[in-house]
């Protein structure tokens, strides 16, 4: 789209909000495009793009905050937004007891455009298909399966965001996805493997060797293979390594989500009022960050308009921070952190994470597997809970035995279950070396919003008790 024309919109909502008693306006739009195609069984059985397009306005009236949107980008609908957006924020300032006022921040003018070597926009589909016969096909030459499924979904397109304080940016978002799936009965068994990542790179990504589509395949191939001859999971307390996929999950869903300022304010969350309390190991260090340099999602700036910086959350066991709108800022007294985001223009941002990670160590693998002797290698998650006491359970979609350091056997039915809180002080070391992902299928959940791009990794990570349930 014309981005002098998208601009001048957002300036006359903001002007026409401030005309008519509003405080402060923020406007946005997203011009997205999403595609996803499914190879199931060798057969196609999804092909679709959707297109999201609109204009949000936040409008700020005696203290209190109104929201509205509008797919239609002319400068009448635009106007009636703005005012729809006022009139809620004046009813909210009625009805609510608390002001929401935040910190007055410099106008930022930027245009944050990410340079992409391979854009999906320039690659036609059958070159996206034959990606997926390729994953499929590697995924044969491992095992005969009795079911296949490969994937590739494609975000990508342009945000724009203004603001009453002079605020002009422009980013454009990416986010590619490759997924391979392998499924074999087994003697009544599904076993069941699958590899595959998202990233904010271009296509020329899976032209890398570990992460080609025969890659792909040829590690879900192998894994379902290693499922048919697993054994179960021996039940109890055990020494654990946790792979940088689980590892992520369990820093996003586990502690990221209780780290959220909307649930710190309420009270809802078991870590609030505790900044500067020894939480964790000194080997346990939580961070959020819009930009990283080891992949995962790439996200210059969140919806309000602030720069997606990184975030300390834990350090070295400690807590350090929560993370921020500009809002809950204000009121905790500290800086946004640019946690303000929206799944689409439909919604008001909320504090929501970024890329979401463990902290690096010293340890090689190598290193880690000797320091640990006997335990549970968990590599993936296939899925769980986790509540807002910190309770999880992950369960565990590929997983090994280890015995005197070495790998030895590949279980199954392994899940782990704990308190974040509780975990995060058995953490006794973690790798040099980190790895981000992300993902167009599925994603974050929060308010009605899913799912919500986001990222997460860390490395791997050794904690000397965790909880496993499997075969006592």
Same mark, same amino acid.
């Given at each position: ?11 006359? @909502? ?10 402060? *306006? ?10 996803? *195609? ?8 999804? +092909? ?6 609109? #204009? ?117 978002? =990416? ?44 590690? @879900? ?20 390594? #946790? ?14 989500? =209780? ?6 304010? +309420?009270?809802?969350?078991?870590? @609030? ?45 400690? =807590? ?41 160590? !010293? ?49 199954? !039915? ?6 974040? =809180? ?11 070396? *980190? ?38």
């Amino acid at each position: 789209m014309d981005n002098e024309f998208v601009f001048d919109l957002l300036h006359k @909502a903001v002007k026409h909000g401030e005309e008519i008693g509003a405080s402060f *306006i923020e406007a946005r739009m997203d011009n997205l495009k999403l595609t996803t *195609i499914n190879l199931t069984n060798e057969i196609i059985t999804e +092909s679709s793009t959707r297109e999201r397009r609109g #204009i949000g306005i936040v409008a700020y009236v005696e203290d209190s905050i109104g929201y509205s949107f509008t797919p239609v980008l002319t400068p009448e609908a635009i106007k009636e937004t703005t005012k729809r957006a006022a009139k809620i924020a004046k009813a909210s300032a009625f009805l609510s007891k608390d002001k929401e006022t935040f910190d007055e921040r410099d106008a930022i003018k930027d245009i944050a455009e990410r340079k992409i070597i391979k854009h999906p926009a320039d690659v036609e589909f059958d070159e996206k298909l034959d990606m997926l016969k390729r994953s499929i096909n590697a995924i044969k030459e491992q095992i005969e399966p009795t079911s296949t499924t490969a994937m590739y979904g494609e975000l990508f397109g342009d945000k724009y965001f203004v603001n009453s304080e002079g605020s002009e940016i422009y980013w454009n978002p =990416l986010i590619i996805d490759l997924r391979a799936i392998a499924t074999k009965k087994v003697e009544g068994y599904n076993a069941r493997g699958s590899d595959g990542v998202g990233t904010s790179e271009g296509l020329e990504f899976y032209e890398k060797e570990k992460y080609t589509p025969e890659s792909f395949g040829a590690n @879900a191939g192998k894994y379902c293979k290693q499922q048919g001859t697993a054994i179960s999971a021996p039940a109890g307390k055990s020494a654990a390594l #946790i792979g940088p996929r689980l590892g992520g999950v369990l820093a996003h869903e586990s502690f990221g989500h =209780l780290s959220e300022s909307d649930f710190v304010m +309420s009270g809802m969350s078991p870590i @609030a009022d505790r900044i500067g309390a020894v939480l964790g190991s000194e080997h346990a260090s939580i961070y959020d960050t819009g930009l990283t340099e080891h992949g995962g999602l790439w996200l210059p700036y969140d919806d309000s308009g602030i720069p997606a910086d990184e975030t300390v959350i834990l350090e070295k066991g400690v =807590l350090v921070g929560y993370l921020h709108n500009r809002v809950s800022a204000k009121r905790m007294n500290t800086k946004p952190t640019g946690n303000s985001r929206a799944i689409t223009f439909n919604f008001d941002p909320i504090p929501r994470m970024k890329n979401t990670y463990f902290g690096a160590g !010293d340890l090689t693998e190598e290193e880690a597997l000797e320091m640990m002797g006997d335990g549970i290698y968990a590599i993936g998650t296939s899925g769980g809970q986790a509540d807002m006491d910190g309770s999880f359970l992950f369960k565990c979609s590929r997983g090994y035995l280890v015995e005197k350091g070495e790998i030895t056997k590949t279980i199954k !039915d392994a899940a782990l279950t704990g308190n974040i =809180l509780d975990f995060i002080q058995h953490i006794q070391g973690a790798t040099k070396n *980190i790895e981000m992902f992300t993902g167009y299928f599925g994603g974050c959940g929060k308010g009605g919003q899913y799912p919500l791009p986001v990222g997460m990794g860390g490395p791997i990570l050794y904690a000397d008790e965790v909880m496993v349930g499997g075969e006592k």
